[in-house]
C-alpha cells in the first residue's frame, strides 16, 4: 500500500508539475500578445490563439483573465523572443523557443545545459535550417471525419490532417485530429477554423524536423535528460529537436 500511494503521489505530482509549466508558458504568450496588439482578444488573433491554447491545457479561466489585466499593466516585464540553436550529442539538431525578461540569464542557463549534457550551443542557423516551420491545429475528433475534413480545409491551405491520440498518466487517451499547414498559411487557417466553429484545442507555430536521428541506450538516455534540462526552464517555451 506505501509503495502504491508513493507511484500515486509521484504520477500528480509530476501531472502538476506539467501544469504549472503550461500554465507559465501560456502566461507569457498572453502578455506578449496583449503587448503586442491590445487587451481585446476579437481584434487580436495572437491572443485568441494564446487563449485557445490555455483553453487546451485547463488553464483555468480567472488564471487567464488575471493574465490579461497583468500584461495591461505599465508595470508587467517585457518579455522577448529568443531562439537559440545548437547540438545535444550524437548529431541531434535542437532549436531551443524561449519568452525571457532576461537574455543574459537566459542565454547561460541554455549554454550551461548544453556544456553539462556534453552538447553545444551554435550560432543563429547552425541547426535551424533542419527543420521546416510549420502551423499545427489540433482539433477534437468528435463527429469529424478526416477524409471530410481534408477537403473542406484544402483550400485554406491544409498540407496534412490525420489522426492522432493523447495520453495521460493514467494511460487514458483523447482522440484528436491534427491539421498540418505551411507557416505563411498559420492565419489564413487559424480563421478558416474560427468562422467553421470547430473545436480547436491548441494552434502553434511547430518546427518539424526534416530527418530525425534514432539512438537506443544509454546515448537515447543521454539526449533525452538534455532536452528534459530544457524543458524544465521557466524561460523556455519549446524544444525542437532531431531526435526520432
Same mark, same amino acid.
Given at each position: 500500500?506505501?509503495?502504491?500511494? #508513493?507511484?500515486?503521489?509521484?504520477?500528480?505530482?509530476?501531472?502538476?508539475?506539467?501544469?504549472?509549466?503550461?500554465?507559465? /508558458?501560456?502566461? /507569457? =504568450? &498572453?502578455?506578449?500578445?496583449?503587448?503586442?496588439?491590445?487587451?481585446?482578444?476579437?481584434?487580436?488573433?495572437? *491572443?485568441?490563439?494564446?487563449?485557445?491554447?490555455?483553453?487546451?491545457?485547463?488553464?483555468?479561466?480567472?488564471?487567464?483573465?488575471?493574465?490579461?489585466?497583468?500584461?495591461?499593466?505599465?508595470?508587467?516585464? @517585457?518579455?522577448?523572443?529568443?531562439?537559440?540553436?545548437?547540438?545535444?550529442?550524437?548529431?541531434?539538431?535542437?532549436?531551443?523557443?524561449?519568452?525571457?525578461?532576461?537574455?543574459?540569464?537566459?542565454?547561460?542557463?541554455? /549554454?550551461?545545459?548544453?556544456? /553539462?549534457?556534453?552538447?553545444?550551443?551554435?550560432?543563429?542557423?547552425?541547426?535551424?535550417?533542419?527543420?521546416?516551420?510549420?502551423?499545427?491545429?489540433?482539433?477534437?475528433?468528435?463527429? *469529424?471525419?478526416? =477524409?471530410?475534413?481534408?477537403?473542406?480545409? &484544402?483550400?485554406?491551405?491544409?498540407?496534412?490532417?490525420?489522426?492522432?491520440?493523447?495520453?495521460?498518466?493514467?494511460?487514458?487517451?483523447?482522440? !484528436?485530429?491534427?491539421?498540418?499547414?505551411? !507557416?505563411? @498559411?498559420?492565419?489564413?487557417?487559424?480563421?478558416? *477554423?474560427?468562422?467553421? #466553429?470547430?473545436?480547436?484545442?491548441?494552434?502553434?507555430?511547430?518546427?518539424?524536423?526534416?530527418?530525425?536521428?534514432?539512438?537506443?541506450?544509454?546515448?537515447?538516455?543521454?539526449?533525452?535528460? *538534455? &532536452?528534459?534540462?530544457?524543458?524544465?526552464?521557466?524561460?523556455?517555451?519549446?524544444?525542437?529537436?532531431?531526435?526520432?
Amino acid at each position: 500500500m506505501g509503495r502504491a500511494f #508513493e507511484f500515486r503521489k509521484g504520477r500528480k505530482m509530476k501531472r502538476w508539475d506539467r501544469m504549472s509549466k503550461d500554465f507559465t /508558458r501560456i502566461g /507569457r =504568450e &498572453i502578455v506578449m500578445a496583449v503587448k503586442e496588439g491590445g487587451p481585446n482578444p476579437d481584434t487580436n488573433s495572437r *491572443l485568441r490563439t494564446a487563449m485557445q491554447n490555455g483553453k487546451g491545457v485547463n488553464m483555468p479561466k480567472d488564471r487567464v483573465e488575471a493574465a490579461i489585466k497583468r500584461a495591461s499593466s505599465r508595470e508587467e516585464k @517585457d518579455y522577448q523572443e529568443v531562439v537559440y540553436e545548437g547540438y545535444a550529442p550524437h548529431g541531434v539538431a535542437v532549436v531551443i523557443e524561449t519568452a525571457t525578461d532576461n537574455p543574459t540569464r537566459t542565454v547561460a542557463n541554455v /549554454r550551461m545545459y548544453f556544456n /553539462r549534457g556534453n552538447g553545444a550551443l551554435g550560432t543563429a542557423g547552425s541547426s535551424d535550417y533542419t527543420f521546416t516551420r510549420k502551423g499545427v491545429f489540433k482539433l477534437a475528433a468528435e463527429g *469529424l471525419d478526416v =477524409e471530410e475534413l481534408e477537403l473542406e480545409l &484544402i483550400d485554406a491551405g491544409a498540407e496534412d490532417v490525420y489522426a492522432d491520440q493523447d495520453e495521460d498518466e493514467q494511460g487514458n487517451t483523447t482522440d !484528436f485530429i491534427v491539421v498540418e499547414t505551411a !507557416f505563411t @498559411d498559420f492565419g489564413q487557417m487559424q480563421k478558416a *477554423l474560427e468562422e467553421k #466553429e470547430f473545436n480547436v484545442v491548441s494552434a502553434q507555430l511547430q518546427r518539424v524536423p526534416n530527418t530525425t536521428v534514432h539512438l537506443e541506450g544509454d546515448e537515447l538516455e543521454e539526449v533525452m535528460n *538534455l &532536452i528534459e534540462k530544457f524543458e524544465e526552464d521557466d524561460d523556455v517555451q519549446a524544444v525542437y529537436h532531431t531526435l526520432g
